[in-house]
């Protein structure tokens, strides 16, 4: 259906339904500021609101405010993800289509484009990922952090949760709604109560009077047979459930599961935030504009990539020893080449130092100009290993700490501003070189895309 054809006013049917999935069984309430007493609340549950819709809508900005449905067209498929507008229709996820439409005529049903939306889930995780390397994602679309380490930089977990917010609503044109807790399922409650577009603040004293009132369904475990099953015996919110006698709780939901619900009932849930396995590598690479012959415009480049690199080892908590370059010449031949250094290194600095050194030694080979010049620039870092592992390497004269030191200080301006803030001297430089030629032509080919 073309977004011309809908109805501009939409007139809410009375049924209403608050939210997609699990979340709906919980009463929203409103969001608190960054400012909201945050005693004890190192977790954030970071949740993108109808993602798949919301990615559609940045890119189809001419259906913002309209309910717009994600999942197949109007007589097949599923609900994948629905604006808060159709929900006001009574639409959610997994509902067919079919349905979902006759709930809400004006809808515009589009196909699910999954690649477009892992894409911007790694442009979200990413982002998370400069905040704090303890990152846990648990679907495309949500993410426990612990903050505990990036407070003393960032601020308190009320002014984080305000800065991912805004850095996801300016930077990715997405929105997301954030609970920020002591514990993970109180953080996930929280993210769910103030949605859309909302945070909120549960501090640890709070967290008893903050749960009691809401039904059973908003504990983890609790699907509709075990919200029956405890019905049965009169529990029917989480207060009932806190005071239930623990052989009663046991009896209707057996020992693992009462034991288990009796726990979050009173706010405890031992449960860290756990980030990915680390990698094996980390690296940048980039298709240039134009193939370079010029070794100046070349080290630049270079530098770029090494210092994208470093960042990417800071923001993980690493560094790596074995640094290798790869280089594609414009007639396709691609040749890679590798060092491994004495001490493994997360500084820009040094890893542009081997990755130039390892150049040089292309270059006196003759195969930039053989090759046509140089059409990509990669650097990648392999032997990683946890920064807190290693001994701080004290070698007199050495120059890293005061590269680390700057590389750090850029760190804590690119987490508060984004990427692009900052940028060594030198690539302020080139940037400021006047250029006349004119823009080159897009890229095609196998490696323009990435
Ligand atoms: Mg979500």
């Known amino acids: 259906m073309p977004a011309g054809s809908v109805t501009a006013s939409v007139q809410p049917k009375r049924e209403v339904r608050a939210a997609m999935?699990?979340?709906?069984a919980i009463p929203r309430a409103p969001s608190t500021g960054p400012l909201a007493d945050d005693t004890g609340?190192?977790?954030?549950?970071?949740?993108?609101?109808?993602?798949?819709a919301s990615v559609e809508i940045r890119r189809h900005p001419e259906l913002a405010g309209l309910p717009v449905i994600v999942g197949g067209s109007r007589t097949r498929g599923v609900v994948c993800s629905a604006t808060y507008e159709a929900r006001r229709y009574g639409v959610h996820s997994a509902m067919s289509t079919a349905r979902a439409v006759r709930l809400c005529p004006p809808a515009v049903v589009l196909p699910t484009d999954h690649e477009a939306y892992s894409a911007a889930s790694a442009e979200v995780m990413e982002l998370l990922g400069e905040i704090t390397p303890v990152v846990e994602p648990i679907s495309m679309d949500e993410a426990f952090l612990d903050v505990?380490?990036?407070?003393?930089?960032?601020?308190?977990?009320?002014?984080?949760?305000?800065?991912?917010?805004?850095?996801?609503?300016?930077?990715?044109?997405?929105?997301?709604?954030?609970?920020?807790?002591?514990?993970?399922?109180?953080?996930?409650?929280?993210?769910?109560?103030?949605?859309?577009?909302?945070?909120?603040?549960?501090p640890a004293g709070g967290v008893v009077d903050y749960l009691h009132p809401l039904p059973v369904t908003a504990l983890w475990g609790v699907g509709p047979r075990t919200a029956e099953q405890l019905r049965c015996i009169g529990i029917t919110t989480i207060a009932d459930l806190a005071h239930s006698p623990a052989p009663r709780l046991v009896g209707a939901v057996g020992s693992a599961a009462g034991t288990h619900?009796?726990?979050?009932?009173?706010?405890?849930?031992?449960?860290?935030?756990?980030?990915?396995?680390?990698?094996?590598?980390?690296?940048?690479?980039?298709?240039?504009?134009?193939?370079?012959?010029?070794?100046?415009?070349?080290?630049?480049?270079?530098?770029?990539?090494?210092?994208?690199t470093a960042?990417?080892?800071?923001?993980?908590?690493?560094?790596?020893?074995?640094?290798?370059?790869?280089?594609?010449?414009?007639?396709?031949?691609?040749?890679?080449?590798?060092?491994?250094?004495?001490?493994?290194?997360?500084?820009?600095?040094?890893?542009?130092?081997?990755?130039?050194?390892?150049?040089?030694?292309?270059?006196?080979?003759?195969?930039?100009?053989?090759?046509?010049?140089?059409?990509l620039l990669g650097i990648r870092v392999e032997g990683i290993v946890g920064a807190g592992d290693l001994p701080e390497q004290l070698v007199l004269g050495d120059r890293s700490h005061g590269w680390r030191d700057a590389d750090q200080a850029v760190d804590a301006v690119v987490s508060r501003f984004g990427s692009g803030a900052v940028a060594p001297a030198a690539l302020l430089r080139a940037a400021a070189v006047p250029n006349s030629a004119p823009a080159p032509p897009p890229r095609t080919g196998p490696d323009a895309v990435r």
């Open 41 to 52: 609340c190192p977790i954030l549950h970071v949740d993108m609101d109808a993602f798949f």
């Open 21 to 24: 999935g699990r979340s709906h």
């Open 311 to 375: 960042a990417r080892l800071r923001a993980g908590g690493r560094r790596g020893r074995a640094v290798s370059l790869k280089v594609r010449f414009a007639d396709f031949t691609t040749i890679t080449r590798a060092h491994t250094m004495d001490a493994a290194s997360d500084v820009g600095q040094q890893l542009y130092q081997v990755a130039r050194d390892l150049y040089d030694r292309l270059d006196r080979t003759g195969s930039p100009a053989r090759g046509g010049g140089v059409r």
């Open 261 to 308: 619900l009796h726990e979050l009932a009173w706010g405890r849930d031992p449960r860290r935030v756990l980030p990915l396995a680390p990698e094996v590598s980390i690296g940048a690479e980039e298709t240039l504009g134009t193939d370079l012959f010029d070794r100046a415009a070349i080290d630049r480049e270079l530098l770029r990539l090494a210092d994208r």
């Open 148 to 202: 505990s380490g990036a407070r003393r930089l960032l601020g308190s977990s009320g002014e984080i949760a305000r800065l991912i917010r805004s850095r996801v609503r300016r930077e990715l044109r997405l929105p997301c709604s954030v609970g920020v807790a002591p514990t993970k399922f109180v953080a996930k409650v929280a993210s769910a109560r103030c949605k859309p577009d909302g945070m909120c603040v549960v």
